[in-house]
C-alpha cells in the first residue's frame, strides 16, 4: 500500500513533560486518518511535527518520502494546515484572506477556485465581511478555503469542528470524503468519538501514546466483553445507583442512558430490587453492542492500570 505519512517512535517532551512517547503510525494515501483523544494527549503537538512547525526529540517522520525536519522547506509547499485555532486575520475580509494565502503559495484564487467551489461557495456571499464577524461554522469553511488554496497533496486538520454546531459538523464531514476523492490524504484530530467512525483508519491517542490503531470498526469490535445499556427515570441518579450496585464493574453515560458493564459480563438477578430500593422507576437493562466510546473507556483503564 502507498503510504503518504510514516512516523516511527516520535517522542516529545516540553520543560520535562512528555507530551509524546514513542508514536508510530502510517497514513495511506487518499485516506483519511484520524486521532481521536481527548484535549491534553498529544494531538496537536503530533500534527506540528507532521507539518513541519516542531521538531520531535526523537523518531522520524516522513511525508511522501521527505523527511518532516531535513526536507520542510519542500514539504510545506504541499502541506495545507487548519490549526484548532482559527488563525486567520479578524480584520481582513473573507475574500482578502483567501487571496492572500493564495499569493503566499504563489497561486491565485482563480487558478484552484475549482479545489474550493463546494466548500467556499457557502460563504461567497459574505465575500466582504471581516473574518472576525463571520459564524463559527464560515470561519471554519473560510480556514478550510485557505489550507486548500494552493492544492496540497497532505491536509492537516486540528480538531477543525470543536465548538461548531452539528449541521455544520456534518458539512465539514461531507467536504472531507470529497476532498478525498481528488487524491487529497487528510490527518484529522478530533475530540468527538461519533466523527471517529467517519474515518479510514483510526488512533486512540491519550496522554501522549497511541492505544488502539486500524480500522473504526475493527478497534470497537476489539472490546473486550459485553456492553449493557441501561436506562430508567433521571440519567444522574442512575448512574450514581449502577457505581453503587455492587456487581457493576463501569458505568458511564452514553447519550440519553449509561453503558454499564458487570464484573461476571451479566447484570446479578437482584439488579432490578436494588434499583427499585434506590428510588429509580422504570428501570431497565439490555445488553448493547460496543461503540469506540466503550473501547477507548476500556483502553485508558487497562494503561492506567498497568502505568
Not at 492572500?100 to 456571499?125: M, S
Not at 491519550?206 to 473504526?216: D, K
Request: charged content about 20%; aromatic content about 10%.
Amino acid at each position: 500500500m502507498n503510504h503518504a505519512v510514516e512516523a516511527y517512535g516520535i517522542s516529545k517532551s516540553f520543560v520535562g513533560t512528555r507530551a509524546l512517547s514513542d508514536i508510530s503510525f502510517v497514513a495511506p494515501a487518499s485516506s483519511v486518518t484520524g486521532f481521536i483523544g481527548p484535549d491534553g494527549s498529544g494531538k496537536t503537538t503530533l500534527f506540528r511535527i507532521a507539518a513541519t512547525l516542531l521538531i520531535p526529540d526523537s523518531g522520524t517522520m516522513s511525508v511522501f518520502g521527505s523527511d518532516t525536519v531535513r526536507d520542510y522547506k519542500k514539504l510545506r509547499t504541499i502541506t495545507g494546515y487548519m490549526p484548532g485555532r482559527f488563525s486567520l486575520y479578524h480584520d481582513l475580509t473573507v475574500e482578502e484572506n483567501l487571496n492572500f494565502y493564495a499569493t503566499v503559495f504563489g497561486t491565485t484564487v482563480k487558478k484552484n477556485y475549482h479545489l474550493i467551489k463546494e466548500i467556499y461557495i457557502h460563504i461567497e456571499p459574505f465575500a466582504n465581511r471581516p473574518a472576525g464577524k463571520l459564524s463559527g461554522g464560515m470561519k471554519q469553511k473560510l480556514a478550510l478555503s485557505c489550507a486548500l488554496i494552493h492544492k496540497p497533496s497532505l491536509l492537516i486538520l486540528d480538531e477543525p469542528t470543536t465548538g461548531v454546531d452539528a449541521v455544520s459538523r456534518k458539512e465539514f464531514w461531507d467536504m472531507l470524503q470529497n476532498l478525498r476523492e481528488k487524491e487529497i490524504t487528510i490527518l484529522v484530530s478530533t475530540p468527538y468519538m461519533d466523527e471517529a467512525m467517519k474515518c479510514d483508519s483510526v488512533s486512540l491517542v491519550q496522554s501522549g501514546r497511541i492505544l488502539a490503531t486500524g480500522t473504526p470498526e475493527a478497534v470497537r469490535r476489539g472490546f473486550a466483553g459485553k456492553v449493557w445499556h441501561a436506562s430508567a427515570g433521571g440519567k444522574y441518579n442512575l448512574l450514581l445507583a449502577l457505581r453503587k450496585y455492587p456487581e457493576t464493574l463501569t458505568a458511564e453515560p452514553f447519550g440519553g442512558s449509561v453503558h454499564v458493564t458487570f464484573r461476571n459480563d451479566m447484570p446479578g438477578t437482584d439488579i432490578d430490587r436494588f434499583m427499585e430500593a434506590e428510588g429509580l422507576s422504570g428501570f431497565s437493562v439490555s445488553e448493547a453492542e460496543p461503540a469506540i466510546e466503550d473501547r477507548f473507556l476500556q483502553l485508558m483503564r487497562k494503561r492506567s492500570a498497568s502505568d
